[in-house]
């Protein structure tokens, strides 16, 4: 009786092929990506980094144009409302002795002066913080002269001692506006040496000193 000889089975062709392919796809994956994040690594911030950026390079820009339209401003409103200070201070004194009592032309024509500065600065335009504080100030300020110059007409017609009172009334509220407009000189000085411009000294007040001593335009960039 013959003998039967049992075969070898024949290797499936996968057994050799299937860990050389999954070894294949795996460095595909990382070389993919390696690429990938080598990709992003040299090409820099992407589109929406940029566009704020962008957007911060233009604020930055903007408020520099602002600050030196505001600065001119307030240079221009110191000038006019000086004959006005001075009248009043004739009223009124700072050292709280009599005045000469203003006539009724005088008193209409700082209405006049004082009016057209508070229309100069209804406008409000966009800006950073640092020129909206500066500009808030500086309209406070003339709006508490324009309450100073409505307690002087008051005090035109009025008796005493309530002539008396009016014009002491009308003398703080020139104080307030004072001190509302070192506030914005302050600010202005501030905003205006990091815009790169220097110092900038706009006191409303002729017997007020700069705070910080130095000269005017010293500290540019």
């Given amino acids: 009786m013959a003998k039967t000889v049992k075969r070898p089975e024949p290797k499936r062709p996968e057994a050799n092929w299937k860990p050389a392919t999954a070894g294949a796809v795996t460095a595909f994956v990382l070389g993919v990506a390696v690429a990938f994040l080598l990709g992003a690594w040299t090409s820099g911030p992407d589109k929406t980094e ?12 903007r408020d520099v144009e602002q600050i030196v339209v505001l600065t001119d401003l307030a240079r221009g409103s110191r000038d006019r409302l000086a004959p006005v200070l001075t009248g009043m201070s004739k009223a009124a004194p700072a050292d709280a002795s009599s005045g000469a009592v203003p006539t009724a032309e005088e008193v209409a024509g700082w209405r006049d002066v004082v009016t057209a500065e508070l229309r100069r600065y209804s406008e409000t335009p966009s800006a950073g913080n ?3 504080v500066a500009r808030t100030a500086l309209t406070t300020s003339v709006r508490q002269l324009a309450v100073a110059v409505g307690g002087f007409e008051a005090a035109l017609n009025a008796p005493d001692p309530q002539r008396g009172r009016l014009v002491g009334l009308a003398a703080e509220q020139r104080t307030l506006a004072l001190q509302a407009w070192s506030v914005a000189a302050l600010q202005l000085d501030v905003i205006n040496i990091e815009a790169g411009k220097g110092h900038v000294h706009i006191q409303l007040d002729p017997r007020s000193a700069p ?10 960039r």
């Fill in 50 to 61: 940029r566009r704020i950026a962008e957007l911060r390079e233009a604020e930055a820009r």
């Fill in 211 to 220: 705070l910080d001593g130095e000269p005017e335009g010293s500290g540019r």
């Fill in 130 to 132: 640092g020129v909206n």
